[in-house]
């Protein structure tokens, strides 16, 4: 079986896995500890909230503030209703959007950032009209 944690510097993983649960993130307690909280998105999708501490002994780079973007990672859902309630958990746990919503007729995103400045997008795609429109914009 094939899959990703995705490891994010934070300054409290208390607080940081608070907050992603509020986004809808289940955590695995045998992953978890005092310096890192896993937090499962799906089968096949973990992220590990590791303090600062605990990061830097990994890494000999400096772990960058809100005022860089390091990366984006995007999470699908089904609806416009999941995506409007999981970032609306989001700001109320204390996150911040980003961005306004953007809204292409075939997808629709928003965004979510976390204490930390990690952002999380939310996107519900409609792979058929998304299909539809790359094939009438096609030039053959």
Known sequence: ?????INLPVKDA?????FYTQLGFVNNPLFTDEQ???MVWSEHIYVMLITHEQFVKWNAKLIPDKNFTTANFTLPVESIDTMNQIVEEGL???GSEPNPML???FMQLRSIEDFDGHVW???CLDVEKFRKRKESNQVI
């Open 36 to 38: 890192q909280k896993c």
């Open 1 to 5: 079986m094939k899959q990703i944690f």
């Open 14 to 18: 208390e607080k940081s896995m608070q």
């Open 121 to 123: 997008g939310i996107i």
């Open 92 to 94: 109320r746990a204390g």
């Open 103 to 105: 809204d292409e007729g």
